[in-house]
């Protein structure tokens, strides 16, 4: 019984030398080949690898503006909050009715702040007292924002708000209404420029390119940069403001990934 126990005992530490035997050449195995070439000259870890060029094209193209936006205020000061808005409600009702007799449509008409703010006079501090503003009035400020889609009045309608009461302006941004056509002028010659780079490079490496795998457009939207042009045809009457509309431009950046054919 004893002489089976030790039989069995000596079977199986064969059997685990064996196996880890077997392990070690394995790995042994394993470690002469790294690092080894496939006889192609490219290590077993970027055995398969597809090589590739990556770019990046931009494009550009420019259209005459068909619309501006206005940022126009009213601001009426009084005594009384009530006085002030009163007269500011006159000024911008008459804004707006000027406006839409021009023919700028409700759509095309938004207010784009409205503020009542107290107005204090600071008297000055000669004796290092400590002397508390004094309210004075009161200021009511009425913003709209205006869609003007008829270039030729632009002119007229700011000459007519200023006259009705608007004294403030927060800017015009001349913009397209439908930049589509002109933004797909842009993505293609995004693309064409993305190809001639990768074609350089690829003659310059010497090999040969293949087939487009990826394109990307960079996430943002591209919007209207003003370029300046001659300004002699874009003034409006002279009784009016005069306006010089320029150009807008729009650009587009994409990334390109070819295949390389060595």
């Not at 302006?169 to 064409?192: L, M, Q, S």
């Not at 874009?234 to 431009?249: H, I, K, L, R, Y």
């Amino acid at each position: 019984m004893f002489s089976t126990r030790i039989a069995r005992t000596v079977h199986v530490a064969a059997v685990a030398a064996a196996l880890a035997g077997a392990f070690a050449a394995a790995a042994a195995a394993q470690e002469s080949t790294a690092g080894k070439g496939d006889g192609k000259g490219r290590p077993d870890g970027v055995r398969g690898r597809q090589a590739v060029i990556k770019v990046s094209g931009e494009g550009r193209s420019t259209t005459a503006p068909d619309m501006a936006i206005l940022q126009l205020s009213v601001v009426k000061d009084a005594k009384t909050a009530r006085e002030a808005l009163d007269a500011n409600n006159k000024a911008m009702a008459d804004v707006l009715s000027a406006l839409k007799q021009a023919g700028i449509a409700e759509r095309d008409l938004q207010t784009s702040g409205f503020s009542i703010n107290p107005q204090y006079h600071y008297p000055p501090n000669n004796d290092g007292g400590n002397r508390p503003p004094e309210l004075v009035g009161y200021q009511v400020v009425n913003g709209v924002g205006v869609r003007v889609r008829d270039l030729g009045q632009l002119g007229e309608i700011l000459d007519k708000s200023v006259t009705l009461g608007v004294n403030q302006g927060g800017g015009i941004e001349f913009t397209n209404d439908k930049p589509d056509a002109v933004i797909t002028e842009a993505r293609k010659a995004a693309v064409a420029d993305a190809i001639n780079k990768a074609k350089v490079l690829a003659e310059a490496a010497g090999v040969s390119l293949g087939r487009v795998i990826e394109i990307a457009e960079q996430p943002s939207r591209p919007e209207p940069i003003p370029v300046v042009r001659s300004m002699a045809k874009e003034f409006a009457a002279a009784d009016s403001v005069p306006m010089a509309t320029g150009e807008n431009a729009y650009n587009v950046t994409v990334n390109v990934t070819f295949a390389v054919n060595q």
